[in-house]
Protein backbone atom coordinates (compact mmCIF):
# COMPACT_ATOMS: atom_id res chain seq x y z
CA UNK A 1 0.00 0.00 0.00
CA UNK A 2 2.52 2.18 0.67
CA UNK A 3 4.56 1.70 -2.15
CA UNK A 4 1.57 2.55 -4.08
CA UNK A 5 0.92 6.00 -2.26
CA UNK A 6 4.42 6.85 -3.46
CA UNK A 7 4.42 5.98 -7.24
CA UNK A 8 1.22 7.64 -7.42
CA UNK A 9 2.70 10.70 -5.22
CA UNK A 10 5.63 10.79 -7.76
CA UNK A 11 3.25 10.32 -11.21
CA UNK A 12 1.45 13.44 -9.70
CA UNK A 13 4.57 15.54 -9.16
CA UNK A 14 6.17 14.88 -12.24
CA UNK A 15 2.65 15.23 -14.10
CA UNK A 16 2.38 18.92 -12.48
CA UNK A 17 6.48 19.53 -13.16
CA UNK A 18 5.66 18.91 -17.07
CA UNK A 19 2.47 21.30 -16.98
CA UNK A 20 4.40 24.00 -15.42
CA UNK A 21 7.38 23.51 -17.83
CA UNK A 22 4.88 23.43 -21.07
CA UNK A 23 3.34 26.66 -19.42
CA UNK A 24 6.52 28.16 -19.71
CA UNK A 25 7.33 26.97 -22.68
CA UNK A 26 4.22 28.71 -24.06
CA UNK A 27 4.41 32.19 -22.13
CA UNK A 28 8.27 32.27 -23.97
CA UNK A 29 7.01 31.68 -27.37
CA UNK A 30 4.40 34.26 -26.83
CA UNK A 31 6.56 36.93 -25.84
CA UNK A 32 8.95 35.96 -28.76
CA UNK A 33 5.76 35.71 -31.23
CA UNK A 34 4.49 39.50 -29.84
CA UNK A 35 8.28 40.88 -30.03
CA UNK A 36 8.46 39.40 -34.43
CA UNK A 37 5.06 41.08 -34.59
CA UNK A 38 6.02 44.23 -33.15
CA UNK A 39 9.41 44.44 -35.46
CA UNK A 40 7.51 43.56 -38.60
CA UNK A 41 4.57 46.71 -37.95
CA UNK A 42 6.98 49.18 -37.91
CA UNK A 43 8.52 47.93 -41.18
CA UNK A 44 5.04 47.83 -42.89
CA UNK A 45 4.27 51.51 -41.74
CA UNK A 46 7.95 52.43 -43.10
CA UNK A 47 7.72 51.27 -46.53
CA UNK A 48 4.25 52.62 -47.10
CA UNK A 49 5.34 55.82 -46.48
CA UNK A 50 8.48 55.39 -48.53
CA UNK A 51 6.51 54.73 -51.54
CA UNK A 52 4.79 58.33 -53.03
CA UNK A 53 1.43 58.18 -54.16
CA UNK A 54 1.55 57.94 -58.46
CA UNK A 55 0.21 61.36 -59.65
CA UNK A 56 -0.49 62.05 -63.12
CA UNK A 57 1.97 64.51 -63.83
CA UNK A 58 4.65 61.37 -62.37
CA UNK A 59 3.23 58.98 -64.37
CA UNK A 60 3.90 60.47 -67.83
CA UNK A 61 6.91 62.21 -67.07
CA UNK A 62 9.66 58.72 -67.16
CA UNK A 63 12.71 60.59 -65.95
Known amino acids: MKTLLISIFI?????????????TEMKKQAAVDQLLNESVQPKRKLEQAEEPPMSAANASDPL
Do not use: E, M, P, Q
Open 11 to 23: LCVSALGFIVHKD
